[in-house]
């Protein structure tokens, strides 16, 4: 199995209502052997029309912090938690992730990254701490079931309604720059 493979299967994945308001699935993009992944809540409209993950304001704030910290977009890995639009961009509901986590659980153990960046308080309560506030998380290591190094932080969308919390993001940032270092682990090496 490869992401591509992946990708076609969940094209007609209906375990959820989701799919059927949805334009496209959005399953996610960049280097499929990436040491660095970022995962978001779900696709909001400019992602549904475009059917690739972070592409509306909040992604292109995405791609400016991974330039930042001195990597590419396509060095990275970007997915979400669900793959189609949740309408009106709500919060995805429980029973919506659950659909959806398998594929991206799929996901990740293709891409095998070293690194996890959760953007967001529905990344971190679906994949470390349910009901887990951001707030009080974000910027603390954890490390998952298959020793993947993963830090919580701030979602791009909740950086452009609160441009204070962009300080805090980058002390995140700069700590997973911190560990991509110790681990050996460069962009140049792309």
Excluded at 8 to 20: S, T
Excluded at 118 to 125: D, E, K, V
Excluded at 144 to 171: F, N, S
Aim: hydrophobic letters at 40%; proline letters at 7%.
């Amino acid at each position: 199995m490869d992401l591509t493979r992946l990708a076609e299967q969940a094209l007609a994945c209906n375990k959820c209502g989701l799919r059927q308001q949805a334009t496209q699935v959005v399953f996610g993009e960049g280097n499929p052997r990436a040491d660095l992944m970022f995962i978001g809540e779900g696709p909001g409209a400019e992602e549904d029309r475009q059917g690739r993950p972070f592409v509306g304001a909040a992604g292109q704030l995405l791609t400016r912090m991974i330039s930042a910290m001195g990597w590419r977009r396509d060095q990275v890995y970007i997915a979400n938690i669900v793959k189609c639009r949740p309408p009106g961009n709500r919060v995805p509901k429980p029973e919506e992730a659950r659909a959806c986590l398998p594929w991206l659980y799929q996901q990740i153990d293709l891409v095998q990254p070293k690194i996890i960046v959760l953007l967001g308080s529905t990344a971190l309560q679906n994949l470390i701490k349910p009901g887990a506030a951001i707030t009080q998380y974000r910027g603390r290591w954890f490390v998952d079931e298959r020793g993947i190094w993963v830090m919580p932080t701030y979602h791009p969308a909740a950086l452009l309604r609160d441009p204070a919390k962009k300080a805090e993001c980058w002390q995140d940032l700069q700590q997973v720059m911190a560990a991509l270092e110790y681990m050996g682990l460069h962009p140049n090496s792309y």
